[in-house]
């Protein structure tokens, strides 16, 4: 599982969650989510382990994909 939160445009934090990386992926590729790609990232976890990221929401698509994450992680 890949949980995002991030501050929207009024500065409230919020959480957005995909079951798997390939959701994620799929969800970045059909531009699925309402979540512009500047809003700042509060904390990026995968399988529940913090990943340290400090960025924008546009940019996490980029970082997972350098991290080598497992194809079959649902």
Request: no cysteine; aromatic share 16%.
């Amino acid at each position: 599982m890949i949980e995002i939160m991030y501050l929207d445009a009024a500065n409230q934090e919020r959480t957005v969650s995909y079951p798997s990386y390939e959701e994620f992926k799929q969800s970045q590729q059909t531009n699925s989510t309402e979540i512009a790609d500047y809003y700042k990232i509060v904390k990026l976890t995968y399988k529940g382990q913090d990943l340290n990221y400090s960025g924008t929401y546009g940019d996490i698509f980029f970082y997972l994909q350098q991290q080598n994450l497992p194809q079959d992680d649902v």
